[in-house]
């Protein structure tokens, strides 16, 4: 009897804060998330829409710089006795990648910079902003139907997350009567993707500049794939343009209402009343999950509150940088890799595609400015709007990754994702799924397409 006292006065409690929250969807204006970014007051500003190629392209000079930097390594401290990565990024591990990265790696730049630019890329200017893409066009007999897709990275990723994934996208196979034709953005203030010269560009105002870019493009309705910043930033354009977006699909799907909140208390208490039984580990125990997040997010605080402070120990550092950044690639593809001398690196990813990531961020300088979304998204102006609190009615799929960051249960998504047509759990991956099981994100991605396309029918 007691258990059932608690759920029952849970359950009351939620539909309270619920009813508090406002059970009626948030109206969004979307005039209140346009402006000009770019530098100076824009009076004047008259927008290129053109679409200009881009390739990457480094001089020598800029290279030996790198080399030269990566030779002049600072006298580290040496890991405690018996420690791998539980105190960060394990100094003797460190040591070994600035080796390969200034001989091996940077031997054969040429050779890298061509893979990084082996699909056509653009820069196109939007809101004030020059925005680089990705932009790959099938090649498929006529008569096979092409679909949109708009893929997104977060942070502290990039566009060389999809690498592996969109060849897999882009061709004919026989799990799919379509194929995609793929745009990957750099977000503003990442990679080649001009930074604001305005404080508040959150996610929300990126979702806007998305979808003024697919428009530019050509393309009124899209598929929408994203994960970390590119998940809340596909929810929102599905959320503010759901007769564009054909479905979305996430594989890190969140909410931060109050009644999700409540709904994830209230699981708890009984969790296999709401989760299949082999999944409750996905979310519960509670305490442990939320003693995992604390132990992951200082960098997250810290950017959230003073980016440009550590963005300015980074920038033009690159062993700093690639310490700081190689980390997340660890511990958020597993946080059992804390436990390992070489925080297992080299299960999943080859050091020449973690360096690539690390070369973008170095190349452009964007350090600083890929970390200031987390200061505007978690501003308290940009809270407050609240737009968890929308409903969204485009088809919606979840793809749960064991060790993801965070996790949220379908009985607390479904209050924002009204029309939730798949929600799958993997006991295997992390947070950087593109870039991990490029293969398994694809197969749960065309699984979601094939249901949205049969219902279209």
Not at 2 to 22: P, R, T
Not at 168 to 178: A, C, F, G, R
Not at 289 to 303: A, N, T
């Amino acid at each position: 009897m007691g258990l059932k006292l608690i759920i029952m006065v849970a359950v009351v409690g939620a539909a309270v804060m619920y009813y508090l929250n406002g059970t009626a969807p948030h109206v969004v204006s979307l005039d209140q998330l346009e402006q000009y970014w770019g530098p100076g007051d824009g009076k004047n500003y008259k927008e290129d829409t053109t679409i200009k190629p881009f390739k990457i392209n480094y001089s020598n000079e800029v290279i030996d710089k790198l080399r030269a930097k990566l030779n002049d390594v600072p006298k580290f401290s040496k890991p405690l006795e018996g420690t791998a990565f539980q105190y960060g990024f394990n100094s003797n591990r460190l040591l070994e990648i600035i080796t390969y990265w200034k001989t091996n790696y940077l031997a054969k730049w040429n050779e890298r910079e061509k893979f990084l630019n082996q699909f056509p890329q653009f820069k196109t200017q939007i809101q004030g902003l020059d925005i680089h893409f990705i932009h790959v066009k099938p090649k498929v007999p006529s008569g096979v139907k092409v679909l949109p897709l708009l893929l997104l990275h977060g942070w502290p990723g990039s566009v060389r997350e999809f690498y592996d994934i969109i060849p897999m996208l882009t061709s004919k196979t026989e799990d799919k009567n379509y194929v995609f034709e793929v745009i990957v953005p750099s977000l503003p203030g990442y990679g080649w993707s001009q930074a604001a010269s305005k404080q508040g560009l959150s996610t929300s105002k990126i979702a806007v500049i998305m979808k003024k870019l697919m428009t530019r493009i050509g393309h009124k309705h899209f598929y929408v794939q994203g994960g970390d910043w590119g998940s809340l930033i596909g929810n929102q354009i599905a959320t503010f343009f759901q007769d564009n977006v054909l479905g979305v699909h996430l594989n890190m799907c969140g909410l931060q209402s109050t009644s999700a909140i409540m709904k994830t208390f209230v699981a708890s208490f009984m969790p296999s009343l709401f989760i299949e039984n082999q999944y409750v580990d996905f979310y519960f125990p509670a305490i442990p999950k939320l003693k995992e997040i604390v132990i992951e997010s200082g960098y997250l605080h810290l950017q959230a509150t003073k980016p440009d402070t550590i963005g300015a120990a980074l920038v033009g550092n690159p062993i700093g940088l690639a310490a700081y950044i190689l980390e997340k690639f660890s511990t958020w593809t597993n946080p059992a890799y804390r436990e390992l001398a070489d925080g297992g690196l080299e299960k999943y990813y080859t050091l020449d595609s973690l360096l690539d990531n690390i070369m973008i961020y170095y190349l452009t300088d964007t350090i600083t400015t890929s970390q200031r979304i987390y200061y505007e998204t978690f501003s308290n102006h940009e809270m407050a709007l609240k737009f968890d609190n929308t409903q969204t009615q485009v088809p919606a799929a979840c793809a749960k990754f064991k060790y993801e960051l965070a996790q949220t249960i379908d009985w607390a998504l479904r209050d924002h994702f009204i029309n939730l047509v798949q929600s799958n759990h993997f006991q295997d991956g992390g947070h950087f799924a593109a870039m991990q099981l490029p293969a398994v994100l694809y197969k749960d991605l065309v699984q979601f397409v094939n249901k949205v396309e049969k219902k279209t029918k």
